[in-house]
């Protein structure tokens, strides 16, 4: 076999793997999140001052070493023992949260409760957003080396795969931040917002155009039946905000649950009692038009609208202003509640309908994206107050990146603005859109030098971890100076 059908080969007819690992591997996010804050904590007790010393190099090492390596050692090298990497790291950000915490009074929690936040900022969805993206360029080329499990690649057809939910929740984290989520007032007329819209997307139609190009031109290898042949994410991310854009201005935002329920719940039943799960699945005569070529991108964008949707839904929950801790704690035990409860639907679904399927974006699929979105997004929230509580019992306030308990006169707005400019988290948040597309042009220069297939474990990891650094280190020199890429 060529060299192309390897590798098409080596991504094609996988089967995933279970809802507890994907759960699981997406805890480890969270833990590291307390881990880097709880590090920069201690060194401000011990020294009385940050940032680090020499604060460009250091703070990007800190955040390399806390953030990124864990989660490229535990989707890699480590996947084998990742109940015990999840349990090592907890157990160590208990201890040091002990530690920094023990010499608090007793009614540290109460009073820590009705303690107000500042209400300009929602840290965890920043985090989910670029968690997100950091797991979407790392699987992006790390599933085509050899020491990449198979069962966290997409799936071919039915499945739950880790790159599978890093679809459904790259929709979902572009939907919890949209404008009406953030409820935005829409000036002019609804047409003239749409038409905005329309104009709004076009980066991704050029961008969608310039990957189809590259791959037809360089014979780049492409699974076909993940999007299609002339399809892309691009393309699916483009036409999903257009169509969302239009639903909202007739939609009624507080139903918005609703509707996405109706549309994937239609998608289903039109999968079902027509020949449409047929045609997708088993029709392989891609040459007879557009529609045969692309009916997995095409389709698909039933489902991606929905998730959108449910992602505008919560997102409008998320951003209404809250004051103190407690209410933002309560608002947290409700989005895991609303996770459980979807997992349970989730489980009647692939009981009695049929299991998970990315390629369809049936509702089974559309379920468990929203329901490990919430989970994943829950769990942030819940590192964030635990690191509040931290700073709070430390006097530390100038982790980056996380709340801060609110203060009329507060005085360390300039010094939290310096330590924001060397976070590695801001910086990917600053230019998301170019982080992945840089992520996307790195791993098909990496495939065109590589045999990534035949790479040893060692050297893979190697130019994993280089890959990682080189798209991070852009990013960051960018967020230092700055600077942010936006052409539209």
Known sequence: MAQRELKEAFVSNLNGTSLEEVALGSFLSPVCVVNRGLFLILYYQAKGNLPLPHPLF?????????LI???VLSCTVLSSVLHQVAVSLTFF?????????????????????????ESNQVPFVTLFRVFVNVKTAISILAVDFSFFPRRYAKTETY?????????????????LVCPEARRRNISGSKMSHVAKQLLSVWPLVAIGMGRLVSVKMTSYHEHVTEYGVHWNFFFTLSIVRVVVSVLL???????????????????????????LKAFIIHNSDRE?????????????????????????????????PRTNVREWLRTLVSLLL????????????QT?????????????????????????????????????FSKRASGCHFVPSSWNLYKKHYDGDKKSGEIGRLCLIQAVSRNQLLFFLLANVMTGLTNSVVDTISCSTFFSLCILLLYMFINCFVIYVLHFYGITVKFW
């Open 69 to 71: 390596v864990p989660l």
């Open 58 to 66: 250091s703070h990007l090492l800190l955040d390399l070493c806390a």
């Open 338 to 349: 609303g996770s459980f409860a979807l997992y349970a639907a989730l489980h009647a679904c």
């Open 352 to 388: 009695l309908v049929e299991p998970v399927s990315r390629r369809l974006a049936n509702f089974p699929f559309c379920l468990w994206s929203v329901a490990q979105s919430l989970f994943f997004l829950s769990c942030l929230g819940l590192a964030d107050i635990i690191l509040l």
């Open 93 to 117: 950000s208990a201890c040091v949260f002990c530690y920094i915490c023990c010499g608090c009074p007793k009614n540290t929690v109460s009073a820590f409760l009705q303690s107000h936040v």
């Open 288 to 320: 007879k038009d557009f529609l045969h070529a692309n009916k997995e991108g095409l389709f698909s964008i039933f489902g991606y609208v929905a998730i959108y949707l449910s992602g505008v839904q919560i997102g409008l929950y998320v951003m209404q």
């Open 249 to 275: 201005v007739v939609l009624p935002t507080s139903l918005l649950w609703i509707f996405a329920l109706l549309i994937s719940g239609f998608y289903q039943f039109t999968l079902e009692t027509s020949g």
């Open 159 to 175: 499945g739950t795969g880790v790159m599978d939910f890093g679809v459904g929740a790259f929709i979902f984290a572009n939907a």
